[in-house]
DNA sequence: AACGTTACCGCAAACGTTTGCGTGTCATAT
DNA sequence: ATATGACACGCAAACGTTTGCGGTAACGTT
């Protein structure tokens, strides 16, 4: 067995003595072509285990059937799931997928939106390193493939966005503490204006608001870095306070879990003195002692439907771009940190 | 600007009132074109914004700087920081990667491998989906391009495998347990005959045998899915024991939380009474009260690594293929679950 | 003056595929 | 008999790049 060698449309013809053009139809089911000769092809097309070249087709289509995806942190686990669904739908579409980590660098994201024009990828999903300010390289790609965003996107950017109710997410979360008795609900979410971030603070506003709830500043916490540490380090705080708060709205379930540990260090009796809510229904969610009541964001599914949109713009491009929200519901999913006694 | 035009050599030619060929040559700095001309030359390509057809290139060289990545499952976290080592070397030596997910489907796993090749990736780097049996695919896909074998492997399968190293991790992790004073050590381990699984053994069967400990049949337990559910099931047999073991060394850290979940509704004092450990150093494992000792595998360096010996392959294939296991060493990252009182 | 060498550069082929256009054959209609 | 059309197929160009080979001019050597 020959260590690399792929049968050709050239010999193919030279062994059924037809033309190149005549076998090529023939394999794509061209209606010039005789039954005959396309039963005769296809059978030897097997026989000799031919395979079309596909750089030389995607060189001379100019169409490569690639995606490429730029995400922050691969390790993350609610990206993960995402990419999940997005293999899934690319492979049923007939599409490869291409992935990059930008590790939250800008300068290595917009590094990578160039490789991957210039490696001609049809389509490019992107979830934005934090704190992207300088869209202006995000929009100079975009005049050269189309883009769709999902999970960490940004109104700057005229293109489909594929998100989840962020706000209507949160209002529920909020909720479901007020209907639990609580009135004196905190939230930890970050300082940094991000979509995701503003999003589910105005939900919890609104909840709070629409249940006629006063709103306490000093109970409104923010953090750079929404993670488990300081999730700790801000629940340490809350539980200094005279009055404390008998609920924790925590954006993140990292935050969230960091509260509990403080939570349970204090032996405080979760949830009858304090509830928790977290934000993501992550693996550690169903870990974590009392197990974290969370927004389930179905990762597969925003992946599925971010595909498709890219998909459909890489067949039919619109020349007016436009600046499109796609919400994927979430649901609560309610847990022992939250549970009426 | 025009959605959709590179700028090509011809047109550099024409500009330059040059041909296309001293374009080319000058751009890859061949030593038969004259300084000044490279010069003229790489200028112009900057002002142009000029950047090659990378399918039209790999169409010419047959070799396409891609490489191709096939895992059982992309949201396991281990798999995931193993991705992410694969990403940062692949982009180090100029390498892209596609990835897909076998989901743990044998019949997947041999569609996406002539996937890949069809393609024309120019190697391949597998975990094996689990109760690969039809190595035969593989093999046959082994003529068409170098694969390099990591964390799931096979011996049946000529090729370089990189893993850690399973046997002396697990007989660090239960000789630890043995100098914490425990000796009646059980282990939670899968029923199939997996590498991983069958190496750990042996690694707790040795750690027994050195430290001269008798081996009690009785507390080797095996179950077909190695998980957080079937942890807690096996412990709870554990402890509905006459005799209890003092210790459990679970081969996967699910399986450790969930014996760690076991023990905390039965109040039994951990490490005290029954000390345990896992394996992975999952996020999870930090998560867990008390927090996990376990074992801590160095995901990017073995997606590292396993990237270095595929290139190695490719750039200089070897017709003598023959199996060869590289072990990238772990540490036993010690934490409460059985920390010295 | 004849020749060899060197430095630069262009011609053209090749990679495998798709596709517009042309061509031949045959049957049917006029 | 000629015109028309349908049918089946081949020719050749094109996509952008790389590269072996050949060519030309200039210069140095004998």
Known sequence: MSKRHNTTLKELALALNLSISTVSRALNDHPDINEKTKENVKKLARQMNYSPNLFARSFRSQKTNIIGVIVPNISHYFTSTILKGILEEAEIQGYRVIISESNNSEAKQTEMLNTMTQFGVD??????????????????????????????????????????????????????????????????????NSYNSEKRYAGYLRALEHHGIRIREKIILSTEDISLIHGRRLTNILLSMKKRPDAIFAITDDAAIGAIKALNKFKIKIPEEIAVVGFSNSASSKIIQPELTTVDQPGDKIGRTAVKYLIDEIDSPSNNIVTKTVEIKTTLVVRDSSLRA
């Open 123 to 192: 389509g490019i999903l992107m979830s934005l390193a934090r704190k992207t300010s300088k869209v202006d390289d995000v929009l100079r790609t975009l005049s050269r493939a189309p883009i769709v965003l999902f999970d960490k996107v940004s109104q700057k950017i005229p293109c489909t966005q594929v998100v989840i109710n962020e706000e209507e997410a949160a209002f529920n979360a909020v909720e479901h503490l007020i209907e639990l008795g609580k009135e004196r609900i905190a939230i930890i979410k970050e300082t940094e």
